[in-house]
T-cell receptor, first 112, second 112 residues
């Protein structure tokens, strides 16, 4: 959903633990989904994406899960490190659309 | 490889002054280009996007305008800045609508 004007939810995780960041979307026509990581003072950085014909995709230490039935997307980060501390955004778009709709964002803090 | 450049990194302008922020992309042709604004601790608000030279779509009525004079150049402008124009401005490019957007490092604009 739209992220403008909303305060960021926060998640604190002990270093070395796994973290799960969730995102809900409302558009049943959404076809393409992305996760971004934004560190303080920088632009968002692409992490991983997934298309609607998949329900799971893995990268290096990250896994994205897509549940189209309940319109839910999650990002799992394994063995978290201090450098994982950042704000994480989900984004989605329907097929053929030129724009992304960004989620609220979640601030992840890794506790040493 | 593709790169995106935004400048300046920070800018302090008085109310009522003009604005010109520039974004250029290298290593790709005919990219989609995007301008976003991000308020402190908030999500990303899409301001403008362009799918080709001279083609600009405005998402939010406001004091700003955008232009794309060349294929890989996207400019954000204002004739008279308002206090409410303060924020973090991000430029992004993508190969197509259902492809990842890649962001620049942003311009932090402060209006006094």
């Amino acid at each position: 959903g739209e992220s403008v004007g909303l305060h960021l939810p926060t998640l604190s995780v002990q270093e070395g633990d796994n973290s799960i960041i969730n995102c809900a979307y409302s558009n049943s026509a959404s076809d393409y989904f992305i996760w971004y990581k934004q560190e303080s003072g920088k632009g968002p950085q692409f992490i991983i994406d997934i298309r609607s014909n998949m329900d799971k995709r893995q990268g290096q230490r990250v896994t994205v899960l897509l549940n189209k039935t309940v319109k839910h997307l999650s990002l799992q980060i394994a063995a978290t490190q201090p450098g994982d501390s950042a704000v994480y955004f989900c984004a989605e778009t329907p097929f053929g659309n030129e724009k992304l709709t960004f989620g609220t964002g979640t601030r992840l803090t890794i506790i040493p | 490889s593709q790169t995106i450049h935004q400048w300046p990194a920070t800018l302090v302008q008085p109310v009522g002054s003009p604005l010109s922020l520039e974004c250029t992309v290298e290593g790709t042709s005919n990219p989609n280009l995007y301008w976003y604004r991000q308020a402190a601790g908030r999500g990303l608000q899409l301001l403008f996007y362009s799918v080709g030279i001279g083609q600009i779509s405005s998402e939010v009525p406001q004091n700003l305008s955008a232009s794309r004079p060349q294929d890989r150049q996207f400019i954000l402008s204002s004739k008279k800045l308002l206090l409410s124009d303060s924020g973090f401005y991000l430029c992004a490019w993508s190969a197509a609508g259902n492809q990842p957007q890649h962001f620049g490092d942003g311009t932090r604009l402060s209006i006094l």
